[in-house]
Each structure stands twice: as C-alpha cells, then as structure tokens.
C-alpha cells in the first residue's frame, strides 16, 4: 500500500479534539499546515479560532524541505494537519510517522480534477543541481484559482469536523473568501485576455504552473529531461532555447523558491531579459509582494503581464 | 546472487498498489557489516538470516563508515595508511512513489585510498574527503568511482599535519586550520577553500574542533565555544555560522556529533554521562539528555526517525526520544564495559539494520539484536574475533519481475530479483573490476590469428576521430590523449600471426617466430584502484631474437577468444609486469582502419 492511501485512511478518521465554545487562547484548534500557501488558506478560513503552524515558510521549497523535531512536535499536538498531498510534500510520511499523531491528515488536493504529468514528474533547481522530483500527477493545483476554492472548501470540512462548535464561523469565514476568490478569477481572466495571443509564451525553470496554464490560457516552457545528477547539461539548454526561439517565447521568468542561475543562463541564451520572479511553490515574506495566496496569484499575474507586454 | 535474493526471504510478500504489478514484491534486504578490533577482516552479515555472506579480508583493523546511499561501505585502516571501498550490493532507486531495491553479492570494489594516517572520512553530496592527519592533506573521491574501483583523488593541502577534517562542499572545500602554535593541538577553525585553493572570506573560528556530521543540507562541526553550522549560501557557496552553547548548558563541550535521518536534528556528545539534542533552526537549540551511566556509543535511527540509541557503560542500551528528549526505554545487554582505560579499548557499538538496533559485544564475541519497537533483546549473532566497529546498510524496495531482464541476466531463472544490475558484470570486469575467483587460466588458442598493431593508425593521423571522441568524454585533451597513446601504442613490431602454440613476430616485415606455453597469470592492481590480469606464456624453443616471455592483456579474464590485445615482452618476467606505460596494441589483421576506429569509438 503506498503511503498515501494510508494517509487516505487517516482522513476520516475525526479527531477527539473537542473544544468548548470559548475560545481560549489555550484551547484554539491546533492547525499544522505545511507550507505557506496552505497556512495562508487555513488562516483566511479559521481566522482567530485556530493556532497555526506552518513547516514550510515564505520562499521554502518544500520539496527538498528537511523536517525538524519541532515540527515532530507540532504535528503531535496538532488537532488537523492539512498537506497537499500529490507527492507534494516528500518529508511528509516520514514526519507523521516519526510524531506519532493522531491528528486527521488532510489532502487538500481531494476532489480537484488532477493534471497528470506526462514525464512522471518535474524538476526542481536548488543551488544549482537539477534534482527531479517524481510525481505522476502534478501537485502545484493551487496555481489555479479554481482550484484554491476548492481547498477551501476541504478545510472547511476539516476544521468542521474537528472543531464542531467553530464550524459556523469557519463556514462563514470560507463563504466570505469563496467570493473573493471567485472574484480573483475573473480578474486574471480578464488580465490574461487583454494579453495578446502570440505573447502568451513564456519560460520558467521548474514547471509548476501547469494548473495556470490550463486554467488561464498562459503556455509555460521549461527544461526537459536535464539529468537528474548534475546541473542541467548544455544540451538540455540547448533543446529549450531552440523552443523558446521557435515557439516565440515572450518572457523568462526566475521564482522565488530557488536562485536564478538557470534560468538567467536561459534568457540569455535566448536573447531575452528575465522578466521578474514569479511565486509557484511558496509566498513571499510578510513584507513581499506576495504575502498572502490573493496576492501571489496578483503578483504573478501582474509579473507575467508587464514582461510579456514590454517592448 | 540468486543465494542472497532468496536469502534475504522475510520478504514480505504484499500486492504491490500497482497497476502493472505483474510480480512485483517488496524486497527488504539489510546487511551488517563489522570490522574487528585487531584482526585486518570486515564481515558481511545478512541481518535477516543472521548468516555471514562474506569476510573481506583488509590491511589493518578498520572504523567504518557507511555512504549516504547505503551503496558503499568504507574501512578506514588508520595504522595500515589505507581505505577500502565496499560495494554492499545493496542498492535503492528512487521512483517518488517507490524505490526499487536490487540486491547483489557484496565485493571489494578494488578502489583504496593511500595516505599517511587517515582519521575524519566525511561525505558531502557522494564526495568523499579523507583527511590524513601525518600528512595534513585529504584526498577527495567520489563514491561513484570508488564503487566503480577507481577512485581517482583531488587533494587538499591544510598547511600542516594535525588532527584535522576536510569536507568537500561543492566547488569549494572546507578545512580545519591547524593550530598556529602546536599543530598537535586540535584545529582552532574552518576555512573555506576555492578550487584554486585560495581562500575564500574569513577563518570560521572554532577552537578545539573535533567532531562533524551532516544531517540532511546541514552540517556541523563541534567546538569548545559551540557548533559550527554550514547551509548551502547564494551560488552554493557554503555558508557558516557559530551557534553557542547554551547559557543553560553546564560546563563542557561536544567532541563527536551525529546526524538525524529524517529529521534535521545533531545529537552530540556532552560530559561523559550527557548527550545533547540540537536544532539549530530552534531558538532553544539545545536539549541536554542525561545518562545514567558514562556512555560508551549512539546512534541514530534512520528508520525511526524518532529514536536514537546511547549504550552506556553499565552495558545497557537506552533508547532516546529525539522528540520528547527523554530517555524512554532501557535495556540490560552486555557485562559492564567502563569508560576506564584507553578510550580506543573494545567497546561495543550501536547500528540500526530495520527493525533490529544491532549492538556489538567484542569481548564476548557476538552482536546482540534488540527488536525496536518492542525494545526486548531477539536474537545473537556469533561473530569470530572481536567484533567491534558496525555499520547497516538496507531497507524495502520493489523488485519488478517484468520485462527488465536482459539478455545480460547470467541465468538466475526464477531469480526473484530481475531489476539486477548484474548485466554491468561484463563491463565491470572490462573496467577492471572483479574478484580474484572469476579469474581463469586461457590457452593461447584464444589469442589465434593475425593481428595488426595499431600504432601505424595513431601515426597517420587515422585515430584522430577516437582522440577527439575520448576528450568530449574524458578529462584530457584530444592531443593529451594522443601523446598518451603515442607511448602506450609504440612498438617495432607492426604485425603478429598466432598459430598453434607458434608466435611469429614481424619487425619491419621480418619475422622471427618462437613457440610458447602456458606461465600462468597475474592479477595487477593499478594506480587508479582497478585492476587487470596479465596471462603469460613462456617460450619454449625458436629463434633466438624472440622474446622470453609474452604478457597478454585484454580486457578478459577466462577463457574467451580475443576481439583485440595489449601484449607485452621480453626477457624478464616481473619487470614486464611493471610495465604499464607502453602496451603494444593488436586488433585482426582482416579488420579496415575505419572498422578499428568503429571499434574503439564504442569503448
């Protein structure tokens, strides 16, 4: 049995953490979300009613993330402990083993139409090194904005069922989010809409905008089958720039999980300038233009649109 | 091999989630491996069957350390000057939702590290640095190489002989500094080299150095003052940082650490009778543990993350919670070993092999297994000698019975385990590795023909293709290349007819004919850890001008007929021997320049 339909099976079962009507400092639902994006989600949803912890900060990678005994230690007091699920997050079976919790691990990603990935998988760029990370479906859903309602609703559900006296304020708190949200999307579509159609191609190193771009109508390019031990080879390089020349990439963008070189050494390459740093796997610090998931999907939307239309 | 796949049997048989699961299984295989505390031996142990797979025999009693990949098990041979790479044959290959496991015999890869003294081993991202402490200098090896047994090395020079430590982090290395007074004393910080060897930024201080470990992108090396601690900087520099004991701490200092396995975490050693948890990303840092007794040896559970194992010198084993950090289990094991006397005395040591914690007991000639999760003692494995030094190597992995079998797969029919690597076997040995066993006696019948030397090729310029093909994918420049095979190819003697036991030799179109017999072989270790068998014949009547004695070399190690030789001769056999340099080279005379350039363009 893989480890996530175990993790499947941890979902339904409800946490005995009941909490009284008051919320008490003391007594608010312990949440662990594991990286920024999702703890954003769960704060927008439980709003004061929850302590929230979240593993993987502003700009981390949580593929390469590297668990520590306090977040052992969170996750055992944890009431709800939402992931993405997917494959997304690589420390997680061993992390929930090592806490020994009891706490409901809730998959985000539950009940959203899954992109598979016809490589099995994508890569990451950290310090430099190409390092794949396999996931037959893609993970990145939350770069739709459909998507992102749909884990709001999940939490919702999770926090409901954990903390059954809060769940009319959580419900409500989502019901308020739910139309921004809602409100959001039409905003990129517009924005996107007023993009010409031959600028709509653009290039990022690790490919996690494929939700983005089925949902939105904006094409990624990025390196393809680098070698998973050592940086991207020339001719990897090579293979994209020739794509990006022939396929009239507009723009090449750095993101704000892993440095630059690559991707600079791409843009160059293909004559083009970086267009900034898009957010995919993670939120900007508190003083970042992208703090929250509302103005990372701003921010990128905004990124993309000022690179695309330069001249 | 198939022995060892059927061998490691608890294999728990579980229908693979899969949908193309035609055979797949979950194959989990651990071996121990266990060096003596006096005698030059490693044993190989299959902690499931508890039987020994292999005893290896080394230079001098060895430390041993295991690779991050758990494929190469090192034996660092401090007073025999030497390290010796082990393959485990136990190798993982990550599918993000599976790991393939595949299982071989294990084997002495050949490879060995020479130096004068060789202390602190340390691998960072599959480098492995060595650091001898009478020299001051590390050698650098890469693990691929030395599983492939040549282990070629990069030195760095710390400026003086003294107890010291490199880690090779990236395009940069990080060396102690040796104390300016007494290099005797221990180092009194890390400096950062370029390749260039000069170095880069400021001398991280950290006086008394002595201990050092990874966990996970992290590093640390333990000080007097506290923990130097070393995460990857912008442009993959490395960036260090000094986090100093705790106020709360009492008076001492950590001389070894440890790394977590699945969580971030140092555990390090702290007085005799303490041990202390540290995360360097937590403002409290540290959490000090204490002992009941002096601890002898810990380590950490790489399965379990939570847990890390100390044996005290009461000769109980205690199991530490690395998340609550307590103590939470104890268990009688072994007689009393005191901390009394000389701190390299045989003492017993801790290594985690699945769901065993595997503890040695040298003096009573046994490893105890204790089960881990129930934490009761399970079961003994006597051991010759005195088992001392222990490292595990292993875990679960799929095995797939489908269409991976090639036609390389040496007939192990109904094999369990057909993701085998074992199709390498060939071109291992074409690379020189190989155990002395496979090596048979060969007639000179498989040496039959009329060969053309390929020296007149390299001199009209008709190699120049391979030349430039060997420096895209080697280290040389085509010209580095073809002055390197200027001298190994040159000889007189541009054409050689094999017939019978009759060698005839022409010498600008002279012949001079001679026949021989069998003198047997002999099996050469080369510089760079590989190795080769020369198979030699001895003349028995013909002409005098002949040489003595004919020394082949092909690539082949029993017996098999020759696509192409080296050949070596003369009068004096081991001199021959010594020869390494000038390898006359032979391929069929029917072949074309263009076929013999086809030919060494697919080496």
Known sequence: ?311 | MKRLALGTSALALMACFSGLAMADEHVTAWRLFVSDHAEPVVHVIDAVEGETLATFDIKGPASLYRSDSGEAVYAVQGDADVVTAIKTGIAFHDHGDHADIDVEDPALTGAEIMGDYPVHFVEHDGHWATFFDKEGVARIFSERDALAGHAETREVDSGAPHHGVVVSYGNYDLVSEPHPEDPSNLPIGIKTLGRDGNQVGDLAECPDLHGEAASGNVLAFACATGLLVVTSGSGGAPSIEHLAYADTLPEGKSTTLIGGRGLQYFLGNYGADAVVLIDPSEENAFRRVELPTRRVHFAVDPVRARFAYVFTEDGRLHQLDVIGGEITKSLALTEPYSMDGHWSDPRPRIAVAGEHVVVTDPLAGKLHLVDAVTFEEDGEIDVEGTPFNIVAVGGTGTAHGHAEREEHDHGHEGDAHDHAHSHDHDDQIYQGYFEDDQVKERGLSDWAGDWQSVYPYLQDGTLDPVMAHKAEHGDKSADEYRAYYEIGYRTDAGRIAIDGDTVTFYEQGEPIEARYASDGYEILTYEKGNRGVRFIFEKTGGDEAAPRYIQFSDHKIAPEAADHYHLYWGDDRAALLEELTNWPTYYPSSLSAEEIVAEMMAH
Not at chain 1, 220 to 245: I, K, N, Y
């Open chain 1, 1 to 311: 049995m893989n480890r996530f339909s175990r993790l499947t099976f941890a979902c339904s079962v409800i946490s005995f953490g009941v909490l009284s009507g008051a919320v008490a400092q003391e007594n608010r639902l312990q949440v662990v979300a594991t990286f920024s994006i999702i703890g954003d989600l769960a704060r927008q949803v439980g709003g004061e009613r929850i302590e929230l912890k979240t593993l993987v900060g502003p700009n981390g990678d949580a593929h390469v993330y590297e668990p520590k005994p306090a977040d052992a230690i969170a996750l055992a007091r944890a009431d709800v402990v939402l992931v993405n699920g997917l494959l997304f997050e690589g420390f997680l079976s061993r992390l929930v083993e090592a806490s020994g919790t009891a706490a409901p691990i809730v998959e985000l990603t539950q009940g959203i139409d899954i992109l598979e990935d016809p490589a099995g998988g994508h890569y990451h760029f950290v310090n430099g090194e190409a390092v794949f990370h396999a996931a037959p479906n893609d993970p990145h859903a939350w770069q739709s904005v459909v998507n992102a309602k749909l884990y709001v609703e999940n939490i919702a559900e999770a926090f409901c069922a954990a903390d059954a006296g809060g769940c009319a304020d959580y419900q409500a708190n989502a019901a308020v989010y739910f139309d921004e949200l809602t409100a959001l999307d039409e905003e990129v579509r517009q924005a996107i809409a007023a993009i010409p159609e031959d600028k709509r191609v653009v290039v990022v190193a690790h490919h996690a905008f494929r939700y983005f771009e089925d949902a939105y109508g904006i094409t990624f390019l990025s390196p393809q089958g680098v070698s998973t031990e050592s940086e991207a080879s020339a001719a990897d390089v090579a293979g994209l720039v020739r794509e990006v020349r022939e396929r009239r990439a507009s723009a090449v963008f750095a993101e704000n999980i892993s440095d630059a070189r690559l991707v600079e050494q791409i843009a160059a390459e293909a004559g083009l300038t970086l267009g900034g740093t898009l957010f995919s796997d993670a939120l900007s610090g508190p003083e970042g233009p992208a703090s929250t998931y509302v103005d990372l999907i701003r921010a990128n939307v905004a990124t993309i649109t000022s690179a695309v239309t330069a001249d």
